[in-house]
Structures are given as structure tokens and as C-alpha cells.
């Protein structure tokens, strides 16, 4: 299986390659470290250039829209790198994140960089559902993933019109997530990829068993088995972030 969105910028080194090796024990074979901010671009391309398996994605998370200067934002083209999306960029509507035009200007750069380096997207979206996809229908042709999506099938629908996958992750096991349990269990084949979204903000270790968690979660609420469900996740991973084999 591929984790379609960690952090592994935020694990100490020694932690870092002690979970690459416990996860691919687990049956986890590849990673997309996404980046939330400026300060993780260099340690992700290190780790990427040690870790084969490893692939990066760069971008500025909604918590830090702060951290887009114009240095930051004339650094980024020349970070991209081997870089295989932008992000982890986005939108979150709850007031402590800041002003959400403040947000957008940082996301608007963000899409139309994606755009023009024919790159997708990893998408933030919270309380900001909305906003987030007016932004994308007027950027016709992009491509990407709504991270850590608990929304309804209703709104899967939307922003799968619009060339976007479903990020699905730890939510799913607890068992009062139903709006997004009720969804995992209507959505496409094609529509979705396995997810962790470790480790949690602050933390300095990982479970390197989550995402197998993840992924007997979505097979029981469908009604298949787990290698089904890996499989279509790394089939939509590949094909999403153009990647020639990640098993």
C-alpha cells in the first residue's frame, strides 16, 4: 500500500527511518510526504534522495498562509524539484486560522503554479467547502485529492466533477463518523485513496500500522477485502500522481 499524505518532515530523522522500515514491515510500501510550510521544503528533498520510496509534495498549508512572503513564493518553482503535487494547500473556515481572503490569496498561487507546471494538487478543506470549490471551478483542468475528506457523497460528487479524488483516513475508524462512513461506502472505485495524515501535529512518533487500519476500515464498509481495496487506491494513486510503479 501508498500513504497518499504524511508528514514525515515533522519525525525526527532517527524516528523518520525507524517508521519508514516499521511501516514497510506493515505492508506499506511508498509515502507522499506532503509539506505544510516553507520550513519542511529542504527536509523533504533530503529525505526523498534517502528514501527511494519516498515522494514529496510542496506547498503552504492554510494554518501558515502567513509564511508566503515573496521570498517563499519566488523560492517555490525552484523547490519543486522531483516534487510530484503542490500542497498540502488549502482552506479552513475556523476562525483561529485566520482570514480566509487571506487564505485564498495564498491558495490562488498555489492552483495557478499547479496549473502551469501540469502538477496536481493535495487540498486542506475545512468549513470551507464552498470557497474551496468556486476556486477550483475556476481553474478548469486541475487535478488532485481532498485530503482527509468527511463530507457527504453529496459533496465527494462535487469536487470529483472537478477532477478531484477523496482523501480517506484515520476518521473512518471512529465508528460516530457516520456522514463519512455512510459516503466511503457509495463512492466509485476510482474515486479514492488511503491515507494517515501522520503524525499528528505535535507528535514525534508514528503508528506505522494506521493505514492497514485505514484500509480494513474501508473494506468492511464496502463489503471487500482489504487487498481490493489497496490495490484501488495505489491503481488511483498512480495514475493521479503519475507514478510509474510504487510497488
Known amino acids: 500500500m501508498l500513504d497518499t499524505h504524511c508528514h514525515l518532515a515533522h519525525l525526527p530523522p532517527a524516528a ?11 505492508g506499506v510500501h511508498g509515502f507522499i510526504a506532503a509539506a505544510t510550510r516553507p520550513a ?8 526523498a534522495q ?30 519543486l524539484g522531483d516534487a510530484i503535487a503542490i500542497g498540502e494547500c488549502g482552506l479552513d473556515g475556523r476562525p483561529e486560522h485566520g482570514p480566509l481572503e487571506r487564505q485564498q490569496a495564498t491558495l490562488a498561487w498555489q492552483l495557478d503554479l499547479a496549473a ?64 463519512i462512513r455512510e459516503c466511503v461506502a457509495r463512492l466509485p472505485e476510482d474515486a479514492w ?32 477485502t482489504v487487498e481490493r481495496v489497496a490495490a484501488a487506491s495505489d491503481a488511483n494513486a498512480m495514475q493521479l500522481f503519475h507514478l510509474e510503479d510504487i510497488r
Open 16 to 26: 523518520c527511518n525507524a517508521f519508514i522500515a516499521a511501516a514497510g514491515r506493515a
Open 40 to 47: 519542511d521544503w529542504a527536509a523533504l528533498a533530503q529525505l
Open 50 to 79: 534517502a528514501h527511494p520510496n519516498v515522494h514529496v509534495a510542496i506547498g503552504i498549508h492554510p494554518w501558515f498562509h502567513g509564511e508566503d512572503g515573496s521570498d517563499a513564493r519566488a523560492a517555490m518553482p525552484s523547490r
Open 116 to 179: 502551469l507546471r501540469g502538477l496536481p494538487v493535495i487540498l486542506h478543506g475545512v468549513r470551507a467547502t464552498e470557497p474551496l470549490l468556486a476556486m477550483l471551478g475556476d481553474r478548469p483542468g486541475l487535478a488532485g485529492v481532498i485530503h482527509g475528506f468527511s463530507g457527504s457523497v453529496e459533496t465527494a460528487s462535487r469536487f470529483l466533477r472537478l477532477g478531484f479524488r477523496i482523501g480517506l483516513g484515520p476518521l473512518l475508524l471512529n465508528p460516530r463518523a457516520r456522514r
Open 193 to 224: 485513496l488511503l491515507e494517515t495524515d501522520a503524525p499528528a501535529p505535535g507528535e514525534r512518533d508514528a503508528d506505522p500500522g494506521l493505514l492497514a487500519r485505514v484500509a480494513r476500515a474501508v473494506a468492511a464498509l464496502r463489503g471487500t
